[in-house]
């Protein structure tokens, strides 16, 4: 279920009061202020009114409704290119006119950069998120041509019938909540393509999908310990490591995961693999009464910075507290001759969030050494982008996997 806690809303619609349930899969607070909207709001007025504060309900044909979003979100990326660019410009200014002061005036910049783009996305969200959309009970719109969500949203959202009081009661959400939702079902119908293991894995809304899978290749090129027959993958999500470890022969996997999503997802995955012998357990990283392992992998989220939403946990990590615990906790569920295989990228030390030594330190201190490390470079479209304002980190990324094994 990932739905915020209960809260409902009002609003006037013809002078009437009217009320509804609220419900954000994006934890954003309830709308204070709503307007009706229609077929005649233009895309100007309703930006206007979505970064004033105000929330829009629409009442008209969704597509009219999913062409306002778009046209809401062209407005905002105008905006945002241009204040780039005056950043840009000033920075060109004060940089030095050589090229090397120039990267290393860049580099200088990261750290604020890269929060200056987490402010910038989060307000994009806030934005995006006032225009909004009724749904009944069963998930279903009233707006004309709308299609067919419930399906959708019911997989995504949990049933409506345990968060409302009334059986006939109606619910309020953002479109774009709506939008995440139906991507969800395209991911779950169509996967996404590991080609390393010539197979899909099917993600799950609210769990991460392995877009980005070159450590794949990693785990499969590292040399397995001598002794492999139990493993755990901490922290599974859709539970691809521990099907890339399955497949690698290792015959006793244990995959863990909090959240209740991701258990199912992973679940599923495994199913659609014929893997019923990978067990599954809700803890907080390490399982429990299991024997020692021999293998330990885990591939926690790679920046440190506070998550804003539920998707971001997969990618961000407050004060890597994921990475840390893993850390610490290994040396003690690891056996005599067992190895800990860490999949993390470097794009955290190049934005000078977290350095090597800090890594390094945290190994140590845990009990562990470094025995190998496996590196390969990213190929996502992001890290090739010169416009992208943090490229000087991301062209320099690397994604290793790092093999420990106890002092």
């Not at 306002?68 to 062209?74: F, K």
């Not at 090397?100 to 969200?125: C, D, M, V, W, Y």
């Not at 809700?282 to 539920?310: G, M, R, Y």
């Not at 507290?321 to 955290?348: C, F, N, P, T, Y």
Request: charged share 25%.
């Amino acid at each position: 279920m990932l739905l915020t806690a209960k809260e409902h809303i009002e609003w006037y619609e013809n002078d009437t009061l009217q009320q509804a349930l609220w419900l954000s899969a994006s934890d954003h607070a309830a709308p204070a202020r709503i307007v009706i909207v229609d077929d005649k709001t233009t895309a100007d007025d309703a930006y206007r009114l979505a970064c004033a504060g105000t929330s829009m309900l629409y009442r008209g044909d969704f597509y009219n409704a999913r062409q306002l979003l778009q046209a809401i979100t062209r407005r905002i990326e105008r905006t945002e290119k241009n204040s780039t660019k005056r950043k840009s410009k000033k920075a060109a200014n004060q940089s030095t006119k050589d090229a090397e002061g120039a990267i290393e005036s860049a580099s200088k910049h990261l750290p604020n950069l890269f929060h200056q783009q987490r402010q910038t996305t989060a307000q994009r969200s806030r934005i995006l998120s006032r225009l909004l959309l009724e749904l009944d009970a069963d998930y279903v719109s009233s707006l004309r041509r709308a299609p067919d969500i419930s399906a959708a949203c019911l997989a995504a959202f949990g049933p409506l019938d345990k968060q409302i009081d009334k059986k006939d009661e109606s619910c309020v959400l953002s479109f774009r909540d709506l939008q995440g939702a139906l991507g969800a079902a395209g991911w779950r119908e169509k996967g996404v393509p590991i080609k390393e293991l010539g197979l899909s894995i099917y993600p799950h809304y609210g769990v991460f999908a392995p877009t980005r899978h070159e450590y794949v290749q990693l785990l499969l090129d590292a040399p397995l310990p001598t002794v492999h027959d139990i493993a755990y993958d901490i922290g599974t999500g859709t539970g691809l490591l521990a099907i890339v470890l399955a497949q690698r022969g290792i015959s006793q996997i244990i995959a863990t995961d909090l959240t209740p999503q991701a258990l199912k997802c992973a679940s599923e995955n495994f199913e659609r693999q014929g893997l019923s012998s990978i067990q599954l357990q809700q803890a907080d990283l390490f399982p429990l009464e299991v024997p020692p392992a021999n293998l330990i992998v885990c591939n926690p989220p790679w920046l440190p910075a506070k998550p804003t939403s539920t998707l971001e946990y997969a990618v961000y990590d407050a004060n890597s507290a994921m990475l840390r615990g893993v850390l610490q906790g290994a040396k003690q569920h690891l056996s005599d001759q067992g190895e800990v295989w860490l999949i993390l990228s470097d794009l955290a030390e190049h934005l000078q969030l977290r350095s090597r030594e800090e890594l390094l330190g945290w190994i140590a201190d845990a009990g562990l050494t470094v025995k190998y490390r496996l590196d390969t470079q990213p190929k996502h479209g992001r890290s090739q982008n010169e416009a992208d304002p943090l490229y000087v980190a991301r062209s320099s990324e690397i994604t290793s996997l790092w093999c420990l094994q106890s002092i």
